[in-house]
């Protein structure tokens, strides 16, 4: 699971450029802001997954 | 939520697309406030803010402009407002979670303190909502935010809230489990309740009320879902005003300066009194009186606009 963490991570962030630059496979008027900031928080969503797993694998929220 | 304001917005691009039957008109001071204690009340009571602010200026006729971009500025301000109202009254809780947020991160791992579990399902509840919300919300207004679909929605609230109550009653018959805290929730559980409020992008489905029924189905007494809802509230509304504060230096703005602060004021005002009021209700009562308002009003207001007694 920690390369598919870092994957998406990576994914995450190509896909918030290309919202900020405005070529998002969603964008549209007004919204690839937006889009480009929850892809950035998701891409830093990953690598706190990745960091959970890295560290230790007990405590989670089961 | 911050769903009212892009629910403005669509209603502004609907329109765009119409012939234009009515000029622009600014907010009165007398509607501003009003706006405002709606926004406050509507925001944490399990009733739809966004179905309130669909409904009511509908019902009284008001000849305002929802897409100005005055009236919008407006609302961010009423959000900021509300969501200012539950950073303060949760201000303890958010310290702790903060710290709990960071802690967790650079060790690498979520202890047993409940902090530390609370405020990751806080964020695991956030993730379906703050996707969906961000794709769907601009189309699902542009398909609902109209009387008589929201009347309908407003309904169906009702019900979703009566039928969470009763099956929450049929499953406490046949388990002698006591309730189980908020800490003790999966993360499977959290993103339950994320997906539940995301129901609320329906313009007449209340976010806390999907949120508080899912929290029920997982478990939790009233008082405990109903401080998750209202945990889960500050993020979204925090962040969805933020996004949109650019409204606020529009050049159109500056008209309902005046009505913006005091609205938001009496907004915050009003949002802490109903965030106090709520948890206070929700340590011995129910959704019911809730669930049978909009019942009532949805039923009642379906009637007006299908009927054209209010066109």
């Known amino acids: 699971m920690k390369p598919l963490a870092l994957i998406l991570a990576a994914v995450f962030v190509v896909v918030a450029v290309l919202y900020f630059v405005g070529h998002g496979p969603l964008a549209a008027p007004g919204v690839h802001v937006k889009h480009g900031i929850v892809s950035i928080i998701l891409a830093l969503l990953c690598l706190v997954w990745y960091r959970f797993q890295s560290a230790n694998t007990t405590g989670s929220l089961r | 939520m911050g769903t009212c304001i892009t629910h403005a917005r669509g209603l502004h691009r609907q329109r765009e697309s119409l012939p234009r039957v009515r000029t622009d008109a600014d907010v009165t001071f007398v509607q501003a406030m009003l706006l405002a204690v709606l926004q406050g009340v509507s925001e944490l009571f399990p009733v739809s ?115 969470g109550e009763w099956l929450r009653r049929r499953q406490k018959a046949h388990e002698a489990q006591p309730y189980r ?21 329906l313009p007449g489905i209340s976010r806390s009320g999907s949120a508080i029924v899912a929290g029920l189905l997982r478990d939790l007494h009233h008082e405990d879902a109903a401080r998750y809802s209202f945990l889960l509230a500050t993020p979204v509304i925090v962040a969805a005003s933020l996004l949109e504060i650019p409204k606020l230096l529009a050049p159109d703005a500056h008209v309902v300066l005046v009505q913006a602060f005091v609205g938001g004021l009496v907004a915050a005002v009003t949002a802490y009194a109903s965030v106090a009021f709520l948890t206070r209700w929700f340590r011995h009562n129910d959704l019911a009186p809730f669930a049978w308002y909009c019942v009532v009003a949805g039923a009642i207001s379906f009637v007006l606009f299908a009927t054209k007694v209010i066109a």
């Open chain 2, 49 to 163: 803010s966004l179905g309130h602010t669909v409904l009511l200026p509908a019902l009284l006729r008001w000849n305002v402009d929802e897409g100005s971009e005055s009236f919008l500025a407006f609302v961010v301000v009423l959000h900021l407002g509300t969501a200012l109202a539950l950073i303060l009254f949760y201000r303890h809780d958010w310290i702790a979670l903060t710290r709990a947020f960071f802690a967790t991160i650079v060790r690498g791992r979520i202890g047993d303190d409940p902090a530390e579990r609370t405020v990751w399902l806080l964020v695991a509840a956030t993730i379906p909502v703050g996707i969906l919300g961000v794709l769907l919300e601009s189309s699902v207004k542009k398909l609902f935010a109209s009387p008589i679909p929201v009347s309908l929605f407003l309904l169906a609230n009702g019900f979703i809230m009566l039928l």
């Open chain 2, 181 to 201: 805290k908020l800490p003790q929730l999966t993360a499977k559980d959290g993103v339950l309740v994320g997906f539940a409020q995301s129901l609320a992008l």
